[in-house]
């Protein structure tokens, strides 16, 4: 269960940094992060900040993570 914690903590940091990256302070795309991290995005589009966009984006994938194995 820490394996599979870790590793939707690793997975949800990466989806947040290509997010973040792609965004470019407002210049760039927000495609990537739609695709790659859904609910971090509505989070941002909503008015949150940066710290529950990164918190959601780690449990999206843990909860990913936790779906998939059974």
Same mark, same amino acid.
């Given at each position: /269960?820490?394996?599979?914690? @870790?590793?939707?903590?690793?997975?949800?940091?990466?989806?947040?940094?290509?997010?973040?990256?792609? &965004?470019?302070?407002?210049?760039?795309?927000?495609?990537?992060?739609?695709?790659?991290?859904?609910? &971090? /995005?509505?989070? &941002? &589009?909503?008015?949150?900040? @940066?710290?529950?966009?990164?918190?959601?984006?780690?449990?999206?994938?843990?909860?990913?993570?936790?779906?998939?194995?059974?």
């Amino acid at each position: /269960m820490l394996k599979t914690i @870790a590793a939707g903590l690793g997975l949800g940091l990466v989806g947040f940094l290509i997010a973040l990256f792609t &965004m470019g302070a407002g210049h760039g795309t927000n495609v990537p992060g739609f695709v790659v991290v859904p609910w &971090m /995005m509505l989070l &941002m &589009m909503a008015g949150a900040g @940066a710290l529950p966009g990164l918190l959601a984006a780690c449990a999206q994938f843990t909860i990913y993570i936790v779906c998939l194995i059974p």
